[in-house]
């Protein structure tokens, strides 16, 4: 009920929608106007005496709140003695604004709606994460990964602070997940905090958040991830790479929850579980005063390390085999792969672990023909397509049985005819050239050309960058994709 001129306790009257005036104008849907409350009957001059407290009033108007043709409300007011309007035109302005009132309602109730949608929509969401993230969920036959997960388990239950390293690509990601939706906070929020790619300059107003007006370009209030995941859980992935000064006001957060927002003086609280992840040599970071002795200690609470792809090699094939139906599914193929590309990836040394071997069986569906089997010599390694890049990442080949073409080098696919064939072979000095970052040189990029046959986009994902880059590079380069397509 919402009123004027009434006090709190008055406002907290209930009237039934079966019987009484009011019930009488929503249950008809038509507006009433009474002249003498003693020839009302007695609940109904009861029910007036209610909603004028302060005397009851010559003449009481009251019309029905209408939306789609039903009643949602009763719009009453209280006729001035001294009024020098007719009742009719106060009806007429009664009604106009039980007409702006229903429009209102209309919004409210739409708003609630959507809100309950999302809610549900949320709820299932939550449930299908939580069925995605179980353990059983994920490919670990290795010995090495069995231990981390038994670990993983372990710790799911508790609220302790976890720690998760080894090298970029292993999956440290997906197991911040698995803990969090095998946890009691699992209905909470899961909120990601990449901390090498945010600028200093703003990593602590995205952690604690800041008041408008706290520096240039705060225009409003903003919430930060520690806020927003209050109740669930905050991953940090690569925590080596925080600036020294933001590092203490992690450890703040991390010995007792509180913190301030950049511009406020108000404390605050978060009991946010804190995962964290790096890639980094965090002993060595510290006796070069790099990272912050106390914070390494409080971050060793729980320390879990997980295995590069080259130490459990006996899941190369589960993940082989899983990557790839999800991409056949994705890019509409179907492909087969041979006994012998599976061999070729499982001797591989997959320097980028997990997401390398996800992103070359992307690149392999994507540039495969329908129906394919892949052979050895049609998997698109970056070794095949980038052979000057070995010295750059590791001075040899990352192959520990490298698989030779009838041509002598690598071959890139199967399917593509002698020439297109040789275009990715690595030359023999290859190994030695002492590159120091990929460069999308000109040969490089008439080599990708010439293996897509001219398709920009499929040369794009080859050489694992965007199709914008591409072609702003072509275009620098005053190329023409059209000369190499046959």
């Known amino acids: 009920m919402a009123s004027f001129g009434l006090s709190p306790d008055e406002q907290k009257l209930v009237f039934p929608v079966q019987g009484g005036f009011l019930g009488k104008v929503y249950a008809t849907g038509m507006p009433i106007v009474v002249t003498d409350v003693d020839a009302l009957e007695r609940d109904e ?20 709140v209408t939306l789609d043709r039903r009643c949602v409300g009763v719009l009453v007011a209280n006729r001035h003695p001294d009024s020098a309007t007719m009742v009719d035109e106060d009806l007429k302005v009664m009604k106009i604004i039980a007409s702006l009132l229903a429009q209102t309602v209309h919004i409210s109730e739409l708003i609630a709606k959507e809100k309950e949608v999302l809610e549900q929509q949320n709820r299932e969401l939550q449930e299908v994460l939580a069925e995605k993230f179980q353990p059983e969920n994920l490919v670990v036959q290795s010995g090495a990964m069995q231990k981390t997960m038994a670990m993983v388990k372990q710790v799911a239950g508790t609220d302790a602070a976890v720690l998760l390293r080894g090298e970029s690509g292993t999956g440290k990601t997906l197991l911040a997940r698995t803990i969090h939706f095998n946890s009691p906070r699992r209905k909470g929020a899961f909120v990601e905090v990449n901390c090498a790619a945010l600028p200093a300059s703003l990593i602590e107003s995205e952690l604690f958040g800041h008041e408008k007006g706290s ?39 991390f010995q007792d929850g509180t913190f301030e927002r ?10 946010a579980r804190i995962i964290c992840a790096t890639n980094c040599d965090l002993e060595s970071m510290v006796r070069e005063k790099k990272f912050r002795e106390d914070l390494y200690y409080r971050l060793m609470v729980v320390p879990i390390h997980v295995p590069p792809l080259r130490n459990r090699r006996s899941d190369i094939v589960p993940l082989v085999l899983n990557f790839l139906r999800t991409f056949m599914a994705k890019h509409g193929k179907k492909v087969a792969v041979s006994r012998e590309a599976l061999d070729f990836m499982q001797q591989y040394t997959w320097p980028g672990n997990v997401r390398e071997l996800e992103n070359t069986l992307e690149r392999t569906v994507v540039l495969a023909t329908d129906g394919e089997t892949l052979s050895a010599q049609g998997i698109p390694v970056l070794d095949r397509l980038f052979p000057a890049m070995v010295g750059a990442v590791g001075g040899a080949p ?26 990715f072979q690595t030359p023999p000095d290859a190994a030695r050239k002492p590159y120091q970052r990929a460069v999308l040189t000109r040969e490089i990029l008439e080599q990708a050309l010439a293996a897509t046959n001219g398709h920009q986009t499929l040369a794009a994902r080859a050489l694992g960058v965007t199709l914008r880059q591409l072609r702003y590079r072509i275009q620098q380069l005053d190329m023409e994709p059209r000369d190499f397509r046959k």
């Open 398 to 423: 990352h192959l520990a049985a490298p698989v030779v073409s009838a041509g002598g080098g690598f071959g890139f696919a199967s399917n593509l005819d002698q020439n297109r064939q040789s275009v």
């Open 262 to 271: 950049l511009g406020s003086s108000e404390t605050l609280h978060s009991d």
């Open 215 to 253: 520096f240039t370009g705060a225009h409003a209030l903003r919430i930060g991830r520690f806020e927003m995941a209050r109740g669930g859980t905050i991953f940090l992935d690569e925590i080596g790479e925080l600036p020294l000064e933001t590092q203490s006001k992690i450890l703040r957060v």
């Open 45 to 64: 001059a009861s029910e007036i005496r209610l909603v004028c407290p302060q005397g009851v009033p010559a003449i009481l108007v009251a019309v029905p």
